[in-house]
């Protein structure tokens, strides 16, 4: 064990164990606000630069505040599978308008657009429409019961993009 850090003005030093836990030399520094910061440690709550109050007890632990950020980080996703939000297998199996615009406003900033339906679409949306098509015959490929079945959600989205 070597010392490790000093209290200011107590000429007592904390002892540094090989596992990072902190033991103080002296018995009488065992409620110091250092020895409290010390166990706080040893119970995996974080530990502020803040004056520790001894009084107060401490009931998450880091563990908590780490699941709490990771629920609020999950704000984006899928919306709910309502009819209102997706279409049927057969009336095409996409996402509807408003699905799309629940989507957004779960996911700032996504460029999700609904299908290319239009007969003449600009070239823009044209392109659109080639590179799902393209990508939706690999997936024909890749599933060929899917393929073979008219009524797959597969083919039916195929049939609404006009492929």
């Known amino acids: 064990m070597k010392y490790g850090c000093q209290k200011k003005g107590t000429g007592k030093a904390v002892l540094k164990a090989a596992t990072g836990v902190m033991a103080l030399a002296s018995p009488m520094l ?3 606000p250092l020895a409290i910061q010390a166990k706080l440690m040893q119970q995996s709550v974080p530990v502020t630069k803040q004056r520790v109050n001894p009084n107060i007890q401490v009931t998450e632990t880091r563990e908590d505040k780490i699941k709490k950020k990771s629920a609020k980080m999950k704000k984006g996703g899928m919306p709910p599978r309502k009819s209102k939000y997706f279409r049927k297998t057969e009336s095409g199996a996409g996402m509807t308008q408003e699905g799309v615009m629940a989507y957004r406003r ?3 900033g996504s460029k ?4 290319v339906t239009e007969s003449n679409p600009g070239p823009k949306r044209a392109a659109r429409r080639k590179s799902f098509c393209a990508r939706s015959a690999g997936q024909m ?3 060929p ?3 073979k079945d008219p009524n797959s959600r597969l083919r039916q989205a195929r049939r609404r ?3």
Not at 112 to 115: E, G, N
């Open 30 to 32: 065992q409620n110091s």
């Open 106 to 108: 779960k996911n700032p």
């Open 112 to 115: 999700l657009k609904t299908a």
């Open 141 to 143: 490929k890749m599933f």
């Open 145 to 147: 019961n899917a393929a």
């Open 161 to 163: 993009w006009k492929c």
